[in-house]
């Protein structure tokens, strides 16, 4: 089908340039882990929670809004980007200036004695990063997809080097003779504070390339076109705090939730870095959603006005499900070598149980993102809200009663439970507004294959290397076969149509 192909191949450049340029930017995690202390990686871990949910305040669902009402008849896509773009721009320099004054305030709530700079520099940083989001946006919706993906390596290229710089190279050309010791006010004892020192830098560079490539923007707030805009984004902006919550909590809480010498020799800020670490191991299915997300989501929208556009959706989460639970099974299967490749120190190898569970939760946040186009395209976004705040309560309830219990394992079985509660709940009010003919019972049926094969894999060990390669992976020779002898009536109908 033509455009199912379209999706694919959109999907595909998002995909090569998100997994480029977060495979290059994976790589800091080996520099973290090999370079920094376990207590730096907690606090690279947490701080980064902080960001990722106040990223939401300072864009309050405008990215979907923009591309709900550019393509809605009737509208001026370019009178509705300078509009939005504005509005951000103003928004994100008002809520800036109140954190980075704030800053002492929340250096003392998060136990950062003396570090007020932090959250003032993260004030910067998430300006930066708002007044990007539309340009981006943009170049999705006019299917710049090399622009966008262009823009988005440099700007990861950059924020690797200047890592590089800052936290191996300058301290060794200070060792060596090179530099003399203290040049440009560096401090050795720093760690956290180069990373979000690297990453402000690499946003704050690259914003005059995205604008330029987007189109400059002339400062405008037209009430008859924000309002309408305001009034379908707020429920967004609460859905995205809830959903932020939901992937980000157990990540911020967790050296706060668990008690005192739960692991031995470690202490809470420590175990965080390690469960944060481990986190990071999960990252590409995350990359496979994330690229996904970029294509599919103006693409959802385009495709709204066709006649058979939720048959169309259908098949795209069946194709969703089948691909990334071939991934989560070929990723859990082989972590005894892809876990030491990327994190640097046995005390890592604690939290590899994890991340078979990690992958299924962020699968489930994929199907939730599918499921979740009923309620964009009906404009009943206040469900958003709401499946969304379930959810941070499941999340939140899990990580209190469960890090105290199970440590690692606990925060992980919250994030399953919050994403598979949403799923759930918004497919039963989906299929009440919008009705998709989703293939229900052999999606869930891969599913739950793919989980058990999963663990099945990263739990077998033999004495033999190369035996115990061709164990692990027969899992995923399993999967491929069963899903080659029930799924040939739907790529068969698929190739049909697209001839």
């Not at 709530?109 to 708002?130: E, H, S």
């Not at 066709?306 to 959706?313: A, C, G, H, R």
Request: include cysteine; hydrophobic fraction near 50%.
């Amino acid at each position: 089908m033509g455009t199912l192909k379209k999706l694919a191949g959109q999907t595909a450049i998002y995909g090569l340039s998100s997994i480029l340029g977060r495979s290059i930017n994976f790589l800091l995690i080996i520099v973290y882990t090999g370079y920094l202390s376990k207590a730096d990686l907690g606090a690279f871990t947490g701080i980064y929670a902080l960001i990722g949910f106040l990223n939401i305040v300072f864009t309050y669902g405008m990215e979907t809004a923009f591309f709900r009402f550019s393509t809605g008849k009737n509208q001026d896509p370019t009178r509705v980007y300078h509009n939005t773009q504005s509005l951000l721009v103003l928004s994100s320099l008002v809520l800036g200036t109140g954190i980075y004054l704030a800053g002492p305030l929340l250096a003392e709530w998060m136990n950062y004695p003396g570090q007020a700079y932090l959250f003032q520099w993260t004030a910067v940083l998430l300006v930066f990063d708002a007044v990007l989001a539309i340009p981006f946006a943009k170049l999705r919706l006019e299917n710049k997809a090399k622009t966008f993906a262009g823009a988005k390596l440099i700007n990861i290229l950059l924020n690797v080097t200047f890592n590089l710089l800052l936290l191996i190279w300058i301290p060794s050309w200070i060792q060596t003779g090179i530099l003399p010791e203290g040049i440009l006010g560096y401090q050795s004892t720093w760690g956290v504070e180069y990373i979000l020192l690297a990453n402000l830098l690499a946003n704050g560079l690259i914003i005059p390339f995205v604008w330029w490539k987007a189109g400059f923007f002339s400062f405008r707030l037209e009430k008859e076109v924000l309002q309408p805009m305001w009034t379908y984004s707020l429920p967004l902006l609460f859905m995205g705090l809830a959903g932020v919550t939901n992937e980000l909590i157990s990540r911020l809480l967790f050296e706060y939730v668990l008690p005192l010498n739960f692991y031995p020799g470690l202490s809470s800020r420590e175990a965080a870095g390690i469960f944060g670490a481990n986190f990071k191991l999960a990252i590409l299915m995350n990359l496979v959603i994330q690229a996904f997300k970029y294509a599919a989501e103006p693409f959802f929208f385009r495709e709204s006005k066709e006649k058979d556009s939720p048959k169309m959706y259908a098949q795209v989460m069946h194709v969703f499900i089948l691909f990334c639970s071939l991934l989560m099974v070929l990723i859990s299967v082989n972590l005894q070598w892809i876990g030491p490749l990327f994190l640097k120190g046995e005390v890592y190898e604690m939290g590899f149980s994890i991340v078979p569970m990690l992958l299924l939760g962020y699968l489930l946040l994929g199907i939730y993102f599918n499921l979740s186009i009923w309620f964009k395209l009906t404009d009943k976004t206040s469900y958003s809200f709401w499946i969304t705040f379930l959810g941070a309560v499941v999340s939140v309830a899990g990580i209190a009663f469960s890090v105290p219990i199970l440590g690692f394992m606990g925060a992980a079985l919250s994030t399953v439970a919050c994403y598979l509660v949403m799923a759930t709940v918004c497919f039963f009010f989906g299929q009440k507004y919008y009705p998709i003919p989703y293939q229900t019972r052999s999606g869930l049926g891969y599913l739950v294959l793919a989980f058990a094969l999963s663990y099945g894999g990263f739990y077998v060990q033999t004495q033999d290397i190369a035996l115990d390669f061709l164990i692990k992976n027969s899992g995923a020779l399993i999967f491929i076969g069963v899903v080659f002898l029930g799924e040939r009536k739907f790529f068969k109908s698929i190739m049909v149509k697209k001839s």
